[in-house]
């Protein structure tokens, strides 16, 4: 018996096609299916080329399945880059914003203001797009409300409200 024998063998009494139907991640399920064809007779290079995926792929899939079961198949937690700004900081930083919106006189904080924030105050040096990442992350908007003109008088503006107008 090969070494694939042995394997598919292990595949035994379990229904990949019924755990493809209850699975809601996608790739997840392409997998589920994957390993149900090769259960029901198909050759690996059959499969992989059903399913688009190399053979190292499928090979991967399986040797998960065979290690940590059907949790194996799942994604894993954790992929991508880690966050410079530490889960500690991020108090921190939501203050120094608060202060920055809190010093403008009349404009708004925009996502340069907030580059150099994070220069200046944390020492990390973000592009652009990840810094409303990093906001988003720790529960601020960078949408914010209308500016208001540094000379503008709220005074003013509620006597002009209250005043009659003339009708041409």
């Not at 190292?56 to 954790?78: C, E, M, V």
């Amino acid at each position: 018996m090969g070494k694939l024998t042995d394997e598919l063998a292990k595949l035994a009494g379990i229904d990949f096609f019924q755990i493809a139907k209850r699975e809601s991640h996608p790739k997840t399920r392409i997998r589920f299916l994957a390993l149900g064809h090769l259960q029901s007779g198909k050759t690996k290079n059959e499969v992989a080329e059903m399913f688009q995926v190399s053979l190292t792929a499928l090979r991967k899939w399986l040797l998960g399945f065979l290690s940590g079961g059907i949790d194996g198949l799942r994604p894993k937690a954790g992929k991508g880059g880690k966050s410079k700004l530490s889960a500690e900081r991020e108090e921190e930083f939501r203050q120094q914003m608060e202060q920055l919106q809190g010093n403008l006189e009349g404009g708004r904080v925009r996502g340069q203001d907030v580059q150099v924030l994070l220069k200046e105050k944390f020492s990390l040096d973000h592009a652009l797009p990840s810094v409303y990442h990093v906001l988003k992350r720790c529960g601020l908007s960078w949408i914010s409300a209308r500016s208001k003109h540094p000379k503008s008088s709220p005074e003013a503006q509620e006597n002009f409200k209250k005043s009659p107008r003339k009708s041409s």
